[in-house]
């Protein structure tokens, strides 16, 4: 386990992995607005890097004029909360199912010894 840790794609994944989650839970925090809240003002505003683009909007916003950062942020968690759902959900099934059939099969050895 202690080289798990060493490789460089392990570290890179793990970042990326817990990047994530610090934007999910922080995303109160990152949000410059509020999600759902549009303005036709400031719709398809470009990114604050590209000229015309503002800091107020730092991912641009989109047809409706809502916040691009605040909607990832905010739409990280509804992702996490999915992926964290199917693995909790697969691992249980498949413990099972591995009991199940452990448990079938030493039934079934026990039958043959007698």
Do not use: N
């Amino acid at each position: 386990m202690k080289g798990f840790f060493r490789s460089i794609i392990v570290r890179v994944a793990l970042g990326v992995l817990g990047l994530f989650v610090l934007t999910a839970l922080l995303a109160s925090l990152i949000a410059p607005a509020s999600p759902l809240a549009g303005s036709l003002e400031d719709r398809l505003a470009p990114p604050a890097w590209v000229s015309g683009g503002a800091s107020a909007h730092p991912l641009g916003t989109d047809q409706l004029g809502r916040d691009l950062l605040s909607r990832l942020a905010y739409g990280s968690r509804v992702s996490l909360i999915v992926g964290a759902s199917a693995v909790a959900t697969s691992a249980t099934a498949c413990a099972t199912c591995g009991s199940t059939r452990s448990a079938a099969a030493a039934i079934s050895s026990s039958r043959r010894q007698r």
